[in-house]
């Protein structure tokens, strides 16, 4: 089965737009997040991200698939499609380390802090040269 990689700003406003917490936002606030966004691929088992403490979080947005949290040795929630992961959702978990696995053949945004030049990896996957100077500032995306 070919895996579809959701990476034109149509497609990304669109799948934006059906998460609850950000459907309350208009086409052109959801175009100015596209930028921030890097559609990531993993395998079952792949570690996503592991944080010491919920405020170092990135935020993940499930396309497709499964993502367990785990703390410690222990499975605490799994979350499917469509499903927001920030800092917020996991500011119960009270300071405690905690990282983020695949369950499943799972397609992610992931929206960085900071910028994409700040960060190794493959950020040509989803934007030209020509979008990248249509970029926001650096400031933290909430």
């Not at 992961?85 to 905690?98: D, R, V, Y």
């Amino acid at each position: 089965m070919q895996q579809h990689f959701p990476n034109t700003w149509f497609e990304m406003t669109h799948f934006l737009r059906q998460i609850p917490a950000l459907s309350h936002h208009n086409t052109l606030t959801l175009l100015e997040m596209t930028p921030w966004i890097q559609v990531k691929y993993y395998q079952p088992g792949d570690r996503i991200a592991s944080y010491m403490h919920w405020e170092e979080m990135d935020i993940y947005l499930v396309y497709s698939g499964k993502v367990q949290l785990w703390v410690g040795q222990v499975v605490k929630a799994s979350f499917e499609e469509r499903a927001k992961l920030s800092p917020k959702e996991m500011s119960a978990l009270n300071g405690q380390p905690f990282r983020l696995v695949a369950e499943t053949s799972t397609v992610l945004y992931w929206i960085r802090k900071t910028h994409f030049a700040h960060w190794p990896g493959n950020f040509a996957a989803t934007t030209s040269p020509s979008e990248e100077s249509l970029l926001v500032s650096s400031e933290t995306v909430s």
